[in-house]
């Protein structure tokens, strides 16, 4: 598949510096005039920020595990999780995003990550991993009902669900359905683009 014009950028936590890709704005803007909901891949949010800061602290949850990340856009988290994780398997909804995110894997020559073009109502086919990944994937009420249902089929197959979501208030019901299972959470400030936005990372079991 054709990619488009990129530059990369650069990421810093305690523990690693990770230089991974990003589409040009402007070549976003012109792909995606006619439908910018599609386009939410191509950026990196707060909440995978904040995702990545909750693992930084909290290693041993990711350690050795057999890791699934769900419309992951440019897959910041599973990229960082990679590190420590036995397999990775990083995949979003859009194939641009998947051109991406290998890009950056082999930039960053870690192997043991696998990237896949995949819709997470069809996550449920996949193996099974020890840990779900998610980030801000709960903006738009109208896919609330489909994405519990997938976050359900995990956790009653014992899988860990780490799901980071910015404190905004559209968010807060689906949130407060998923607490009954929450074991921990974590909050913290995500600066980006001059801009501090509230993060929740929750873990569900």
């Known amino acids: 598949m054709m990619s488009l014009p990129q530059k990369p950028e650069t990421y810093f936590f305690k523990d690693q510096r990770l230089e991974i890709y990003v589409p040009e704005e402007q070549a976003i803007l012109d792909k995606y005039r006619n439908n910018k909901d ?82 997470w109502k069809d996550a449920t086919k996949e193996p099974l991993p020890e840990v779900l990944l998610l980030s801000d994937v709960n903006y738009e009420p109208a896919v609330f009902e489909e994405l519990k249902q997938v976050l359900q089929f995990f956790l009653e197959r014992q899988v860990t669900v780490m799901i980071s979501t910015p404190q905004r208030l559209v968010a807060k019901p689906f949130i407060m359905e998923l607490l009954p299972y929450s074991s921990l959470q974590w909050n913290c400030t995500v600066s980006l683009h001059q801009k501090e936005t509230g993060v929740s990372v929750f873990v569900l079991k």
């Open 38 to 119: 599609d386009a939410y891949w191509a950026q990196v949010w707060p909440a995978s920020i904040g995702l990545c800061l909750f693992l930084e602290q909290h290693t041993h949850l990711i350690r050795n595990k057999q890791i699934l990340e769900l419309a992951a856009g440019l897959g910041l988290p599973g990229l960082y999780a990679a590190s420590f994780a036995k397999q990775i398997t990083i995949t979003d909804k859009e194939p641009l995003a998947e051109v991406f995110i290998k890009k950056s894997a082999q930039h960053l020559d870690l192997k043991n990550i696998i990237t896949k073009t995949l819709n």
